[in-house]
């Protein structure tokens, strides 16, 4: 098998690291290959924020939920949507650019170029034999994280990513079925069909499950979901966004 695909298809979220830092050449081939993801437009709506300083690090776990991993890792980035140096862009080209920067295109394009970023970063680490872990525990509080990391207006932290040498080494978590995920020439609407291929994956991620505790745990898919989704969290958002001068209309 081709390696980089390889790489990409056993990525794992890892939660427990070695006591070892990145050094700054791994920090900077990991942010440059975030730089070489597509990006719409060629806006470059991200900043990444690496997080060395140990008590930041700390309190960043303890904003996320008190996720060890947040705090004990080799490095913390944290990526951010980021219109801010497009204002800048409006002072130094002498534009009032405001009504493009307030579109809800504009933030969608943000989201989405940091989140391709991200996965390439994500990529490069795995390949360098690194570990990763996800954060959006970040966004339970990001009044508090944004005073934390002097985050401007225009600037929305959106999720924290830690990496480090892996402590551990889980199985690869199986993804829903290829058939329910790709649809050829349009959507499949079949909700019968559909239904079928979540009943059939809920029996090998409840296998998943069990195998992996020891019998502890064996629930499904869809009732990790519909448990997840019944509990409305982060309902801040809306205001938040806006507060940072985003617009979602």
Not at 21 to 46: D, P
């Amino acid at each position: 098998m081709n390696p980089t695909i390889g790489t990409i298809l056993s990525h794992k979220s890892i939660r427990k690291f070695e006591d070892r830092s990145l050094t700054n050449e791994q920090i900077e081939t990991i942010v440059k290959s975030a730089q070489a993801a597509s990006t719409s437009s060629f806006i470059q709506a991200y900043s990444i924020i690496g997080i060395k300083d140990q008590q930041k690090k700390e309190k960043l776990a303890e904003l996320a939920g008190n996720q060890t991993y947040v705090e004990k890792n080799g490095h913390f980035f944290v990526f951010c949507a980021d219109l801010h140096r497009h204002e800048l862009i409006s002072d130094m080209e002498e534009m009032d650019l405001s009504e493009g920067l307030e579109s809800t295109e504009k933030f969608m394009v943000a989201l989405i170029d940091t989140a391709l970023a991200a996965q390439n970063a994500t990529i490069a680490a795995e390949a360098l034999g690194l570990g990763v872990c996800y954060i959006g525990g970040i966004r339970n509080n990001l009044e508090e994280v944004c005073q934390l990391l002097n985050i401007p207006e225009k600037v929305i932290p959106l999720f924290g990513l830690a990496v480090g040498y892996p402590a551990q080494s889980p199985d690869v978590k199986p993804r829903l079925p290829f058939n329910h995920i790709y649809h050829e020439d349009g959507y499949t609407e079949n909700k019968e069909v559909l239904k079928k291929q979540l009943e059939e994956y809920n029996e090998i991620i409840s296998a998943y499950y069990e195998k992996r505790t020891n019998g502890k745990r064996k629930d499904t898919w869809t009732e990790q979901m519909a448990q997840m989704l019944s509990n409305p969290r982060r309902k801040y958002m809306k205001s938040f966004i806006e507060s940072k001068g985003f617009s979602i209309r």
